[in-house]
């Protein structure tokens, strides 16, 4: 069993950076791909980024590629997800995952994912 805290969520201006964490208790992440999803009110979760077990290969929606970054320090057990240039429809809450079945993957679908954390909200103001 893994345990996922996400932290690091609040409220920012927009055009502004946060960095969001994700830690793990219970096993090492060393071997899961994780993800980064995210869940506006009245809207589905849907994908942010993800990285392979490695870091080798991450993937990104294409909302946010080139102002978001996935990385991963599996030494520490955790996942980071850089967030600059926000915008106020970044305005979510946060959630990592880790996925068992497909650790060199970079899945972007919820159903790969066997662990979520309780989630971090992000608020972005205009």
């Known amino acids: 069993q893994v345990q996922l805290v996400e932290s690091g969520g609040g409220l920012v201006q927009a055009g502004g950076s946060l960095r969001l964490s994700c830690a793990a208790s219970?096993?090492?992440?060393?071997?899961?791909?994780m993800g980064w999803f995210r869940q506006a009110p009245g809207k589905e979760r849907e994908f942010v980024a993800t990285v392979s077990w490695s870091g080798g290969n991450t993937y990104y929606a294409d909302s946010v590629k080139g102002r978001f970054t996935i990385s991963r320090d599996n030494a520490k057990n955790t996942v980071y997800l850089q967030m600059n240039r926000l915008k106020p429809e970044d305005a979510a809450v946060y959630y990592c995952a880790a996925s068992i079945r497909y650790p060199s993957a970079v899945p972007t679908v919820t159903s790969a994912y066997d662990y979520w954390g309780q989630g971090t909200q992000v608020t972005v103001s205009s």
């Open positions: 219970g096993r090492t992440l060393s071997t899961y791909a």
